[in-house]
């Protein structure tokens, strides 16, 4: 079964400083990965998404993610935080198997202190 | 486009009562999707469906959960009888495309809340 794991529950970073966010995939196929961000009381939104074409991905919000298949490892980065930036971020992946469904990581809240 | 529109978007209700929350998705997506946020569980689906046909319902708790979906611009989500545990984030999403393209579009989710 597919599953992701993001290492992080909580991230802290500074207005300014670059931002990793780390997820970690199982499967057994070529997947399909995606970051989501959920602002407080919102609904979530489609931040980026790999589907086996470029492996550097980038997203809205001057986000990216590097799908690495040597490390099964999709990691979310951002050069230069803003105080906009805080939320909880998730790494989903699509399982084949379930007809498409997404899985989705456990979150990480990302803080960006001034 | 107004996007996906849930609600209400909070109840307080007692247990035992009827819980029906309700949701639109936006024009032209043809895939409905019900979740439920909790912390101790994450994001869970509870059920999705395509041309208001119910594809997948496996994530449905148990029988006091329903949904339907009559037509193609409104879904319901009943809960009855409510207990304390299902106190949680209720998102409803739609798309367009195919579910493993992971284009979806959330609403603000419906919090709820069982005494």
């Known amino acids: 079964a597919q599953s992701v794991t993001q290492l992080d529950s909580h991230v802290s970073v500074s207005e300014g400083t670059p931002v990793l966010l780390r997820c970690n995939y199982s499967?057994?196929?070529?997947?399909?990965l995606f970051w989501y961000v959920q602002h407080p009381n919102k609904g979530l939104q489609l931040l980026l998404k790999y589907t086996s074409a470029a492996t550097l991905v980038k997203g809205i919000n001057g986000f990216e993610a590097e799908f690495k298949k040597s490390e099964t490892s999709f990691h979310l980065t951002k050069p230069s935080a803003h105080m906009s930036d805080a939320a909880e971020y998730f790494c989903v992946v699509s399982d084949p198997n379930q007809g498409g469904k997404l899985i989705f990581g456990q979150g990480t809240e990302l803080s960006v202190k001034p | 486009d107004a996007g996906v529109i849930q609600s209400p978007r909070h109840e307080v209700t007692e247990m035992g009562q009827e819980v029906t929350l309700r949701c639109k998705p936006i024009?032209?997506?043809?895939?409905l999707f019900w979740y439920r946020q909790t912390m101790m569980r994450g994001l869970e689906l509870l059920i999705y469906?395509?041309?208001?046909?119910?594809?997948?319902d496996s994530g449905m708790p148990e029988d006091r959960f329903s949904a339907k979906m009559p037509n193609a611009s409104f879904s319901t989500l009943k809960i009855q009888p409510s207990e304390p545990r299902d106190s949680a984030v209720y998102f409803c999403?739609?798309?367009?495309?195919?579910?493993?393209?992971?284009?979806?579009?959330f609403g603000e989710g419906s919090r709820l809340t069982v005494l």
């Open positions: 499967s057994s196929y070529s997947p399909s």
């Open positions: 469906f395509n041309n208001n046909v119910p594809i997948d």
């Open positions: 999403a739609s798309s367009f495309r195919v579910p493993n393209t992971g284009e979806l579009f």
């Open positions: 024009s032209g997506h043809d895939y």
